[in-house]
């Protein structure tokens, strides 16, 4: 179990918006930074977004971050059927001695 | 182009050593962090540590912490996660990955492929 955590699934239809949301405390999310990573299946995770909200070169628009006290949220605009995968969080926790901690993950599914 | 090159497959009997490897290329390698993440099957990602090449200085998870050890090669761009004795619960995907050029400890901006580890009696 997580100190940081995300719902299990969520779904959309094609060029719909979803968003994920990622819920921590003031030890974690509330003191960090706060990442995205996209695994799609069988494949290694990607970076979708560093530092709250900042996209690497590469990253479509569509991907989005925020963050506000202690929980951030990804969203996902005009989804399109790649984007199925899972999406994880991380940031940084006090309690861990100032290690990383990943979120639970998301599924996407694109009915 | 960074590129993370990970070893091959390993099956392995509990109380097996192994040793696997993360070859880095396209990047300065002495001046970035390197971490591992484990994932069991069918489970999330966990971040394991990380260690920075220039110096070997490391940074253990309290949960792998006694259970793993990390080191890299600077003379050729390489990086390893080592056991002694494996468990049976050691089986994973394990992935190397690059410290980001931003807070470089907190996350990873390019991934190796993954090691899939199988450890059985």
């Known amino acids: 179990q997580s100190v940081v955590s995300q719902p299990p699934s969520t779904s959309g239809t094609p060029g719909q918006r979803v968003t994920i949301s990622c819920s921590g405390n003031?030890?974690?999310?509330?003191?960090?930074?706060v990442y995205w990573y996209q695994q799609l299946p069988g494949t290694a995770p990607k970076l979708l977004i560093y530092?709250?909200?900042q996209r690497p070169s590469g990253v479509p628009d569509r991907f989005s971050g925020s963050k506000s006290g202690t929980s951030a949220s990804l969203a996902i605009s005009g989804l399109r059927s790649e984007d199925e995968a899972f999406y994880y969080c991380?940031?940084?926790?006090?309690?861990?001695?100032?290690?990383?901690?990943f979120g639970g993950g998301t599924k996407l599914t694109v009915l | 182009e960074v590129q993370l090159v990970q070893s091959g497959a390993e099956v392995k009997k509990p109380g097996d050593s192994l040793r696997i490897s993360c070859k880095a290329s396209?990047?300065?390698?002495?001046?970035?962090?390197i971490g591992w993440v484990r994932q069991m099957p069918g489970k999330g990602l966990e971040w394991m540590g990380i260690?920075?090449?220039?110096?070997?200085?490391?940074t253990y998870s309290p949960a792998f912490q006694g259970q793993v050890t990390m080191s890299a090669d600077k003379s050729i761009s390489t990086a390893y996660l080592q056991w002694s004795s494996l468990r049976a619960s050691d089986t994973a995907i394990y992935y190397c990955?690059?410290?980001?050029?931003?807070?470089?400890?907190?996350?990873?901006?390019?991934w190796g492929q993954g090691t899939l580890v199988s450890v059985s009696p």
């Open positions: 396209g990047y300065d390698f002495t001046d970035h962090w």
């Open positions: 990955a690059k410290g980001g050029d931003w807070n470089p400890q907190d996350y990873f901006d390019y």
């Open positions: 260690i920075f090449p220039g110096d070997s200085d490391t």
């Open positions: 530092r709250n909200n």
């Open positions: 991380s940031t940084c926790d006090d309690g861990l001695r100032g290690s990383v901690v």
């Open positions: 003031s030890s974690n999310i509330g003191k960090y930074y």
